[in-house]
Structures are given as C-alpha cells and as structure tokens.
T-cell receptor
Framework: DQQVKQNSPSLSVQEGRISILNCDYT??????FLWYKKYPAEGPTFLIS?????DKNEDGRFTVFLNKSAKHLSLHIVPSQPGDSAVYFC?????????????FGPGTRLSVLP | DSGVTQTPKHLITATGQRVTLRCSPR?????VYWYQQSLDQGLQFLIQ???????AKGNILERFSAQQFPDLHSELNLSSLELGDSALYFC??????????????FGSGTQLSVL
C-alpha cells in the first residue's frame, strides 16, 4: 500500500527549461510535505517543504505547489541546471497525530541535459 | 554535511551473519530514524527512537532490532542476514518527534552487501 506515489521513475529536461516533478498521496491525514534531493553515494538532503495550510511555497528556483483536493503536489525547478540532476523524493507526514514518521515516495530521477 | 554520521560506509558479509550499523545524530537532535533503500525502491521507514525510547515502528523485520543509547547515538542490528537484506541503510535525525515544519537530516548511509 503505497501512500506516496511518484509515477514517473525518470525525467529528462534540457538545461534552462522547467522541470516538473509530480507526487500523489492517498492519506488525507498528511498535512506536511517535503521534497528531498539525493545524489549518488550521498544521503538525501532537504530541498523545500509545504504545510497543508498553503498551496504554494517558493525558494529561489524551486517552487512546490499543493492541491489538497486532488491530493497532489508538484515541484517546479526553473531554470533547470545540470547540477539539479539527482533523484528527487517526495515525502509526507501527518506529524504527531499519526505515525510520527515521514512516508517517502519511490523517487524520480531527473536528468538535466546541457 | 548534514551533521549525521553513519558508520561503516560499506559492509560486505555473508548470509546468516549479523552486523551492526551505527549512527550519531546531529548535535541537539533527540530523534533518530532508520530507513532502508533497496534497489529501485524508495525509502522504507524501519524504526524511530526519541530520547532513548522507541517511538514508531515501520516495516522492520523481526530479525532486525535497534536501540538508542543515553548519548543519543543509535545502532541498527541485522541478524540472520539474507541476500534480500542487501540495501542502503540510512539514518536520519530530527530535533523532536516531527511537529509541523520539522525536517529530517540524513546521514550518507551504509551500503550493506550480503553475499
């Protein structure tokens, strides 16, 4: 039972264009969402987060959009750079009210082509 | 550098053996989490400790156990190892028990290969 889904295992984008990574979730108790980036041979690093009280959060080139009614969030990277090539994990949490742990999606491998 | 230290980085062992993975959380963090990442799989939550006590349990096998010590470092013990236990094991830490706006900080992982 996969509560957090990332249906695109991989994505290729040209440098300078927009990258859009998608994530869907099934548990309506989730109220906090994060994106992590992972390079080979390294641990995941935090990228950006959004609380369910918001529908958008922006940090530099990275913007996360949350559509609660559709149980969908997306990460936009504009403009994409070759250094953005990594695996991106979507994660969700219901905080102290449920499970007290983050549930991660399977990841999307982004390749930004020069 | 996330501040979370995992040792060893690589571990090669045989089926049936037992290994111990070690994790030191970021300074000030009270929660430690263990995750498993198998080939082409996402991060599967195994177990969480908060200030020495087990707080949440995920898909952790009975052959696996963990503990968090008074100095807050944690160890994950894997016994009767099988080929399918080969994976990347990550430790992560957070300040508390995941109130809203907290985040996890990950170590660089231990790559376990069971031959």
């Amino acid at each position: 039972d996969q509560q957090v889904k990332q249906n695109s295992p991989s994505l290729s984008v040209q440098e300078g264009r927009i990258s859009i990574l998608n994530c869907d979730y099934t548990n309506s108790m989730f109220d906090y969402f994060l994106w992590y980036k992972k390079y080979p041979a390294e641990g995941p690093t935090f990228l950006i987060s959004i609380s369910s009280i918001k529908d958008k959060n922006e940090d530099g080139r990275f913007t996360v959009f949350l559509n609660k009614s559709a149980k969908h969030l997306s990460l936009h990277i504009v403009p994409s750079q070759p250094g953005d090539s990594a695996v991106y994990f979507c994660a969700a949490s219901a905080g102290v009210n449920y499970g007290q742990n983050f549930v991660f999606g399977p990841g999307t491998r982004l390749s930004v082509l020069p | 550098d996330s501040g979370v230290t995992q040792t060893p980085k690589h571990l090669i062992t045989a089926t049936g053996q037992r290994v111990t993975l070690r994790c030191s959380p970021r300074s000030g963090d009270l929660s430690v989490y263990w995750y498993q990442q198998s080939l082409d799989q996402g991060l599967q939550f195994l177990i969480q400790y908060y200030n020495g006590e087990e707080r949440a349990k995920g898909n952790i096998l009975e052959r696996f156990s963990a503990q968090q010590f008074p100095d807050l470092h944690s160890e994950l013990n894997l016994s009767s190892l099988e080929l399918g236990d080969s994976a990347l094991y990550f430790c992560a830490s957070s300040v508390g028990v995941l109130a809203t706006n907290e985040k996890l900080f990950f170590g660089s992982g231990t790559q376990l290969s069971v031959l």
